[in-house]
């Protein structure tokens, strides 16, 4: 298995007042044994691939699009984000699917985009919580892993995060028996099995090492608490 990863997902938060916590969580971690990875807005992205130059520390996007260039007011490439200094790109996070009404098939579009430009991509899936209360768990997420990953996805290029909706932002976890049973699912069902599976979901320092012992977790994709340098750093210790 590769090291593990602890990514940050700032969402739209972050100013250049918040450098700041990019600083101390550096000097925080200053030769992690791990993958530590912050997607911040994508205003943030090249004043902080100037601040973490010659530091371990890896930058990411929240999103691209399927194409490289053209007539997309609004939108960025992964080829941009590539310039700007990201070596990742989330798609196919659930906020996206809810608010941008984001298919399978196009996080899957733009997975290829993301491959094509030499990014990481971090492909998304997990469960409403009318979805498992109807007992379809497994069936979404391995809907949404099937849908949405290239064929040609390895290791190299793809990441998978199990992100409960119904988790999110929420203080909520799911027991770590059902994080257990979804990623055990997952392991079996990657194109590639040393695909990294990351844990996200109201990931705390108090219940990330509880997280991480499970067998097929290798890290967590962590929102509100990336956003402390504190917090960040003390879920990173839990790797
Ligand atoms: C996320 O949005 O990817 C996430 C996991 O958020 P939080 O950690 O705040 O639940």
Same mark, same amino acid.
């Given at each position: 298995?590769?090291?593990?990863?602890?990514?940050?997902?700032?969402?739209? %938060?972050? #100013?250049?007042?918040?450098?700041?916590?990019?600083?101390?969580?550096?000097?925080?971690?200053?030769?992690?044994?791990?993958?530590?990875?912050?997607?911040?807005?994508?205003?943030?992205?090249?004043?902080?691939?100037?601040?973490?130059?010659?530091?371990?520390?890896?930058?990411?996007?929240?999103?691209?699009?399927?194409?490289?260039?053209?007539?997309?007011?609004?939108?960025?490439?992964?080829?941009?984000?590539?310039?700007?200094?990201?070596?990742?790109?989330?798609?196919?996070?659930?906020?996206?699917?809810?608010?941008?009404?984001?298919?399978?098939?196009?996080?899957?579009?733009?997975?290829?985009?993301?491959?094509?430009?030499?990014?990481?991509?971090?492909?998304? @899936?997990?469960?409403?919580?009318?979805?498992? !209360?109807?007992?379809?768990?497994? !069936?979404? @997420?391995?809907?949404?892993?099937?849908?949405?990953?290239?064929?040609?996805?390895?290791?190299?290029?793809?990441?998978?995060?199990?992100?409960?909706?119904?988790?999110?932002?929420?203080?909520?976890?799911?027991?770590?028996?059902?994080?257990?049973? @979804?990623?055990?699912?997952?392991?079996?069902?990657?194109?590639?099995?040393?695909?990294?599976?990351?844990?996200?979901?109201? @990931?705390?320092?108090? %219940?990330?090492?509880?997280?991480?012992?499970?067998?097929?977790?290798?890290?967590?994709?962590?929102?509100?608490?990336? #956003?402390?340098?504190? !917090?960040?750093?003390?879920?990173?210790?839990?790797?």
């Amino acid at each position: 298995m590769p090291c593990k990863l602890a990514a940050g997902n700032w969402k739209m %938060n972050g #100013l250049r007042a918040d450098l700041e916590e990019l600083r101390a969580l550096i000097a925080a971690q200053p030769e992690p044994d791990c993958g530590v990875l912050i997607c911040p807005p994508a205003t943030l992205l090249a004043p902080m691939a100037a601040i973490a130059d010659g530091s371990r520390l890896l930058l990411g996007g929240q999103d691209c699009h399927t194409g490289q260039s053209g007539a997309h007011t609004g939108d960025i490439s992964a080829a941009m984000l590539a310039d700007a200094g990201a070596r990742h790109v989330i798609l196919g996070h659930s906020e996206r699917r809810a608010d941008h009404g984001e298919s399978s098939d196009l996080v899957a579009a733009k997975a290829r985009a993301a491959h094509d430009a030499g990014l990481t991509a971090i492909i998304c @899936v997990g469960e409403t919580e009318a979805e498992r !209360d109807a007992g379809r768990t497994l !069936d979404v @997420v391995l809907g949404q892993l099937r849908d949405s990953t290239p064929k040609a996805a390895t290791a190299a290029n793809t990441v998978i995060a199990y992100e409960p909706v119904w988790a999110i932002g929420t203080g909520r976890t799911p027991t770590l028996a059902q994080i257990a049973e @979804v990623h055990d699912a997952l392991r079996a069902a990657v194109p590639d099995a040393e695909i990294s599976l990351l844990y996200g979901g109201s @990931v705390k320092p108090g %219940n990330a090492a509880d997280i991480f012992a499970l067998a097929n977790v290798d890290g967590a994709l962590v929102g509100g608490a990336s #956003l402390k340098a504190a !917090d960040f750093s003390a879920i990173i210790a839990a790797l």
